[in-house]
Nanobody, 125 residues
Framework: QVQLVESGGGLVQAGGSLRLSCAAS????????MAWFHHAPGKEREFVAA????????YYADSVKGRFTISRDNAKNTVYLQMKSLKPEDTAVYYC??????????????????WGQGTQVTVSS
């Protein structure tokens, strides 16, 4: 129903910043909560941040709270992840995800129905 494509990843030094984008297409007339997850080698895919349909509510993993900001522009069918004060442990493939908006923000992988292909973020020490 919805296709998601991430972009904006790259290589940065520790302490630097990146902004990831996730462009949605398909059935974008429906309301979706959006989220970011990341997957580092040897670890499970982990929740990073989520945002409500309206953008009025956000939720962050403790590891990124205060450093990352999730936002969305529904007119552009795009969600963003502004990443600041990056650490080597942030190195991972970052995935965008979507689920039909049900009034609550959720953080489990299996809560989300649609996924992008991922974009690599590498933070050097």
């Amino acid at each position: 129903q919805v296709q998601l494509v991430e972009s904006g990843g790259g290589l940065v030094q520790a302490g630097g910043s990146l902004r990831l984008s996730c462009a949605a297409s398909g059935r974008t007339d429906r309301r979706y909560a959006m989220a970011w997850f990341h997957h580092a080698p040897g670890k499970e895919r982990e929740f990073v941040a989520a945002i409500s349909w309206s953008g009025g509510s956000t939720y962050y993993a403790d590891s990124v709270k205060g450093r990352f900001t999730i936002s969305r522009d529904n007119a552009k069918n795009t969600v963003y992840l502004q990443m600041k004060s990056l650490k080597p442990e942030d190195t991972a493939v970052y995935y965008c995800a979507a689920e039909p908006w049900g009034g609550n923000l959720r953080s489990r992988r299996d809560n989300y129905d649609y996924w992008g292909q991922g974009t690599q973020v590498t933070v050097s020490s």
